[in-house]
């Protein structure tokens, strides 16, 4: 299904009149919990890879059988490690990173089904779901006991660093499910596209300037801590596209508070 297609189906939704006594729209919240995972330049094939374990929770505004709006809180974590590839080069380059995730979004979620929380029939449904947000990234790495914030040493020379806050697009599917009154459970696999390509702090080129952490012959460069310092100035430390990406895939349980009133139209 086309998005040109989407933006024609939902107002229809919206606005139709259709059904004589429905929900005038309910209010719905929701727990979640399930795994995290990351597609970038440590990870450039493999979208489904999970690296990490995430949790929810939201406040939706189910408006009626087929549309709601729902505020939503994730936290994740996401990993990954040159020295686990399956490519030498990347063995060779031996980056790696660990970071947190903590992510606030708006999001419309829009069923495919008459669902039975709003008036409706269908006691299952699937749904698409799409919005906008912000997320909290603090790329880190362990060295000698120590944990360093990747994103305060500017590992490929960025004059002024950069904003470990980005703008965030989450997109996905998932499919709820009424078990009982109004109580729901739900899966959803949600993917996310921030603006930022430093999500695993790993962009463009090796820099002049080399970080190196540590202390006499125990030290580590972060910029490049490939195995035999191949990661001479200018040359390709990460995948050059512009943006990473990373998911949740969830599992979760949901109440609605139901109160009927007839629509006017």
Known sequence: ??????????PFFIFSGQVSRAQEGNWELGL???GAGYLGDLN?????????FSGGAYAKRNFNQYLGVRVNYTYG???AKDSNSSNAQFRERNLSFKTSLNELSALIDFNFFNFNLGGGTRQLTPYLFTG???VVFKPTVKFDDKTYRLDRLATEGQENGYNNVALTIP??????????????IFSEVGYRTPMTDYIDDVSG???LNQVVVGNGQNQLNLSDPSLNQTGYLGTQRGDFRKRDTYLFVSVGISFTFVSSKCYSF
Do not use: C, H
């Open 1 to 10: 299904m086309t998005l040109n297609k989407l933006l024609i189906i939902i």
């Open 32 to 34: 979640m919990a399930g």
């Open 44 to 52: 450039q094939n493999n979208p489904l890879e999970i690296s990490g």
């Open 77 to 79: 974590q996401i990993q």
């Open 132 to 134: 906008a947000g912000f």
């Open 171 to 184: 997109y996905g599917v998932g499919l709820r499910y009424n078990y009982k009154d109004t109580w729901s």
């Open 205 to 207: 080129r090796y820099p």
